[in-house]
């Protein structure tokens, strides 16, 4: 099987799309917001509660979250598709300049952006690091979790493409 036929056959499996969020005590004087769109992300345990995020390994994202324990997610609603879309995008501005624009409070225990208008935010400790090919899997231990009144439909990621419900 090549990687195009396996790439063709994932992109046939709709997923959430969260936007995974960290605190970097390294950059700068007094660290700097780190974010990375992700949708390989799920629910692995309720007691404990535990979620998992793949992170391509050696990423920026993997490397901060190989020494900060403490990161959060949030779980995007349809009308945060450009959000999804700058934290996705390779070469991008500085994570600093894109959390600008964006509304966000920083979580209570983790310092990680929480983005506003999400359906959901948690904050997590990571518990285990695994290395599965080309990826890390993080399993992070849910600490918090904010439910804001629901505002509309989830963002999804199918075929490539940022799609809502109908």
Do not use: N
């Amino acid at each position: 099987m090549s990687g195009e036929q396996f790439r063709g056959a994932m992109a046939r499996l709709a997923a959430g799309v969260v936007l995974v969020t960290a605190h970097d005590d390294e950059d700068g004087p007094r660290g700097a917001p780190a974010g990375m769109t992700a949708t390989a992300f799920l629910s692995v345990s309720l007691d404990p509660p535990l979620v998992l995020v793949s992170v391509r390994t050696g990423s920026r994202m993997d490397e901060l979250l190989e020494r900060q324990p403490l990161w959060a997610a949030a779980v995007l609603a349809a009308e945060q598709r450009t959000t999804a879309a700058r934290f996705a995008m390779k070469g991008r501005l500085s994570d600093r300049l894109l959390f600008q624009d964006i509304p966000h409070t920083l979580g209570d225990v983790s310092g990680a952006p929480l983005v506003t208008g999400a359906l959901a935010t948690i904050e997590c400790r990571t518990s285990q690091r695994v290395a599965a090919g080309d990826h890390t899997l993080v399993i992070g231990h849910v600490v918090t979790a904010q439910l804001p009144p629901p505002s509309g439909g989830p963002l999804l990621y199918y075929r490539a493409a940022y799609r809502a419900l109908p």
